[in-house]
Nanobody, 124 residues
Framework: QVQLVESGGGLVQAGGSLRLACAASGRTFSFYAMGWFRQAPGKEREFVAT????????YYADSVKGRFTISRDNAKNTVYLQMNGLKPEDTAVYYC?????????????????WGQGTQVTVSS
């Protein structure tokens, strides 16, 4: 079984920054890619960013390009999401996920395991 644990969420003012982390444990060798999704109240879960373990290829949603950066530390089995220039519309629960392949525009069904989520709140 693969376990994913997110951390680093919190409350920040607009224009501020946060760094999220996703620690993976278990049979991580079975999964090629990691992704970040987010879900705001009353909205569907949406794709944010993804990265693969082997080559560090990355893809981002248009809404976060130039502001967010996804990265990985293979030795620590950890994926990060650096969020800069935060906006109130970034407020959501952020989820980490593991999948079998990397896609530029992944769907939630492309991922096999999910973390519990971490809350990010951006105030005006």
């Amino acid at each position: 079984q693969v376990q994913l644990v997110e951390s680093g969420g919190g409350l920040v003012q607009a224009g501020g920054s946060l760094r999220l982390a996703c620690a993976a444990s278990g049979r991580t060798f079975s999964f090629y890619a990691m992704g970040w999704f987010r879900q705001a109240p009353g909205k569907e879960r949406e794709f944010v960013a993804t990265i693969d373990w082997a080559f560090s290829n990355t893809y981002y949603a248009d809404s976060v390009k130039g502001r967010f950066t996804i990265s990985r530390d293979n030795a620590k089995n950890t994926v990060y999401l650096q969020m800069n220039g935060l906006k109130p519309e970034d407020t959501a629960v952020y989820y980490c996920a593991a999948g079998l392949s990397i896609k530029a525009t992944p769907k939630i069904d492309d991922y096999n395991y999910w973390g519990q989520g971490t809350q990010v709140t951006v105030s005006s």
